[in-house]
């Protein structure tokens, strides 16, 4: 008999199955639950994009393309960076089409740091950096974001993590599971921390095009002296409604990009040619219904923000992406304990803030990538658990 955890990577063994999953599984065995877990927009993906894509596959058009990507969907990539944020790239040499935000997050860590170097990594965040910096041989250095500082990482405490071995900065903004943006005058705050070093940085930026208020999201490569220091990370799946399609992007400096598109190369050859097709026409002609969609998820969080501070779940008003973060410490609950018990007295499924980091203990995350009428329901449940336990 062979005995299997002497075969495993112990390095793999260590690392927690992600938290989300956990109850997202619960709850697909269950009837009856309002799922506000996963982070998936309940939009389908626009007709024109779909049409692109059906039409590739009937003109035949299922072979490899290069594998940083089609010159086409390069060259829309790098204007559409140009024509929402300010950024000027190459679509040569400094742009990659990846499978998804996640393969380009993955690659990135894995081109950037040696073993011992040091990431930080302000929490709670997207559960998938401290996993993949771990699986490098890197040592993962955490920083708890507050509530009080608007979940934003602050100049003061990235300054005080800064040791000789830092080697990557990850920041995770807007925000999964927060909702936090960085805006401007915070991101000068942090560059003038780095000015000093060669400390470089993943800016992962899936959430740049759902951001609410009067402020536009402004990208950490946008400030003075930053764009050649950071990779920055987006992709189809939130903005787009195209999760499914797994298609995403890097852009950043000719030598890292040349790095990342090795490892890209070898592990992967190249992203979906179906879904690079349809992406040339979503940067094309859809800015429209990406701000249609924006403009629903607004009306959902401003409702979802006031009905969780009706039933006395303290909750931070969000910026950014498509959460909501709630504090349930009233509660007497851990995250955990809360969930589970929500999940099995009432049917709805919410993640702990726990999944996202040790300092998201106290907290739940919500999603509001759903239907008013989805969101109403759950919120009916939820105040029906709130009242039971008093």
């Given amino acids: 008999m062979i005995n299997y955890e002497n075969i495993l990577s112990g390095k793999v063994k260590t690392i927690k199955p992600s938290g989300i999953r956990k109850f997202f599984d619960i709850a697909a065995e269950m009837d009856d639950v309002i799922s506000l877990s996963v982070g998936e927009p309940d939009f389908k993906t626009p007709w024109e994009i779909r049409e692109a894509g059906i039409r590739s596959l009937e003109k035949g058009k299922t072979w490899y393309t290069a594998n940083a990507g089609l010159t086409e969907l390069k060259e829309e990539i790098c204007s559409y960076l140009k024509r929402h944020f300010n950024l000027t790239y190459q679509p040569k040499g400094e742009t990659l089409v990846t499978v998804g935000g996640s393969e380009g997050i993955d690659i990135c860590i894995r081109a950037l740091v040696n073993p011992g170097e040091e990431v930080i990594v302000p929490e709670p965040c997207y559960v998938s950096y401290a996993p993949i910096a771990e699986l490098t041989g890197a040592v993962v250095v955490p920083i708890a974001t507050k509530a009080e500082n608007g979940f934003r990482l602050t100049a003061e405490e990235l300054k005080a993590a800064i040791t000789p071995k830092t080697k990557l900065l990850i920041l995770p903004f807007p925000n999964n599971p927060t909702g936090a943006v960085m805006r401007r005058e915070h991101l000068e705050a942090i560059a003038d921390v780095l000015r000093s070093t060669d400390i470089m940085v993943l800016s992962d930026e ?185």
């Fill in 206 to 390: 899936i959430y740049a095009e759902l951001t609410y208020g009067d402020n536009r999201h402004v990208s950490f490569a946008e400030i003075d002296g930053m764009w050649e220091r950071t990779i920055l990370i987006n992709g189809f799946s939130k903005a787009y409604a195209m999760t499914g399609w797994r298609l995403g992007y890097a852009c950043g400096p000719e030598p890292i990009i040349k790095q990342m598109t090795k490892i890209h190369q070898f592990a992967i050859m190249c992203a979906p040619t179906t879904s690079q097709y349809a992406a040339i026409v979503a940067l094309k002609n859809c800015d429209e219904q990406i701000a249609n969609m924006q403009n629903q998820y607004d009306m959902r969080r401003r409702l979802l923000v006031s009905e969780m501070n009706k039933l006395g779940l303290t909750c931070f008003e969000p910026e950014g992406a498509f959460y909501v973060f709630p504090c349930i410490k009233s509660t007497g609950m851990t995250s955990d304990e809360f969930c589970e018990k929500l999940l099995r007295t009432k049917k709805v499924a919410v993640i702990p803030g726990t999944a996202f980091g040790d300092s998201g203990e106290g907290f739940v995350r919500i999603s509001y990538s759903y239907s008013i009428n989805h969101l109403m329901e759950a919120v009916k449940r939820i105040e029906a658990f709130i009242g039971e336990l008093k």
